[in-house]
């Protein structure tokens, strides 16, 4: 009787019962996949991927400012030298990274808005064909790594050289990752980011937190149990 009556209070507590009435649904579960008919593409390097996002990621080698003087760096951000000495100034950023993400995804016949693909998902590098790159740009760049550079030699860049790689968005297997809400999916709340599970430095410090936590709950309970003891001791 007691276990019921702490139930339904429990139920009728603010959010929880509306909460638990949201998730808990068998329907409320994805049962098929994400089914999308975009080809996002990089309009400037015709690069494209079927995935769920595409992203471009350009770097450019400037002039920054370093133990009272300048040193040379790779940067995905304009590096303002107004104020740097002659010599050292840092030329226009000329592009800049973009981001795509695909729209009208659906899962089980109801919306995955771009929002969710991206909390859901995860980045991964790809190595595109350049098949369909312009001319004017294949008489700029060359492969470099995964992607492209401007640089004669690669190992030593000059200032104003720029680096472009891709990403692609891809998604897990989305059970335990959205919930469906007013007909649209929804990322749960506390799920394990996509990326997360095959990340073992999270996976390290997620298990040096876990041991952390339990030998400060063990030395708290050591030094209870001792101080009781002498309590004890001194009433005998």
């Not at 649904?25 to 593409?41: H, K, Y």
């Not at 771009?114 to 700029?140: H, I, Q």
Request: no cysteine.
């Amino acid at each position: 009787m007691r276990r019921a009556l702490a139930l339904a209070v429990l139920l009728a507590a603010p959010g929880i019962g509306h909460g638990l009435a949201q998730t808990t649904p068998a329907d409320a579960a994805p049962q098929g996949e994400p089914r999308s008919d975009a080809v996002l593409r990089d309009p400037e390097f015709g690069v494209a991927t079927r995935q769920f996002g595409l992203e471009r990621r350009v770097e450019m080698y400037q002039w920054r400012r370093a133990d009272g003087g300048y040193a040379k760096a790779w940067s995905a951000e304009p590096v303002d030298s107004a104020g740097f000495a002659p010599g050292y100034e840092n030329p226009p950023f000329p592009l800049r990274s973009q981001r795509w993400i695909a729209h009208g995804v659906t899962l089980d016949g109801h919306a995955l808005d771009p929002a969710t693909l991206e909390a859901v998902g995860a980045w991964r590098t790809f190595r595109p064909n350049f098949s369909r790159l312009p001319g004017n740009l294949l008489a700029t760049f060359q492969p470099e790594g995964d992607g492209l550079g401007t640089a004669d030699n690669p190992l030593a860049p000059e200032i104003g050289d720029l680096r472009i790689g891709w990403r692609e968005l891809v998604l897990p297997p989305l059970q335990g990752r959205v919930v469906l809400r007013e007909g649209r999916w929804v990322p749960v709340p506390g799920a394990l980011a996509a990326g997360e599970a095959n990340d073992p430095a999270a996976t390290a410090t997620g298990t040096g937190l876990r041991w952390l936590l339990t030998a400060t709950a063990l030395l708290a309970f050591a030094a209870l149990a001792l101080w009781g003891w002498r309590r004890r001791r001194r009433g005998g």
